[in-house]
């Protein structure tokens, strides 16, 4: 079982960055062992794949399009943290964001990879 909590979400003006952090606390199996994503929900939409990071070292990442070059992916395995670096916000980056983890192996792109996600974390951009 893994419980994750996401912070640092909240109103942003375009361009400007943000900073979003997950807490993750494993009951059996240590942080590392897991991979760990980002995704997004706005309203009326499905949510959507921001960025993953493999287990371990993090030594793999992978990001969405719309985020590739403006986001960063990163973890810290001794504070059990996954951290999201967002720059040159977007009015249509506005979303809930999600942390999420998963055991398995292979793709971490999509939503169904993942077994726990956090409550996620509300991120608003203006123009």
């Known amino acids: 079982q893994v419980q994750l909590v996401e912070s640092g979400g909240g109103l942003v003006q375009a361009g400007e960055s943000l900073r979003l952090s997950c807490a993750a606390s494993s009951t059996y199996y240590a942080f590392p062992d897991y991979a760990a994503g980002w995704f997004r929900q706005a309203p009326g939409k499905e949510r959507e794949f921001v960025a993953a990071i493999s287990y371990g070292d993090g030594e793999n990442t992978h990001y969405a399009e719309a985020v590739e070059g403006r986001f960063t992916i990163s973890r810290d395995n001794i504070k059990n943290t996954v951290s999201l670096q967002m720059n040159n916000l977007k009015v249509e980056d506005t979303a809930v964001y999600y942390c999420?983890?998963?055991?398995?192996?292979?793709?971490?792109?999509?939503?169904?990879?993942?077994?726990?996600w956090g409550q996620g974390t509300q991120v608003t951009v203006s123009s």
């Open positions: 999420a983890a998963t055991r398995m192996r292979g793709s971490t792109v999509v939503a169904g990879a993942y077994d726990y």
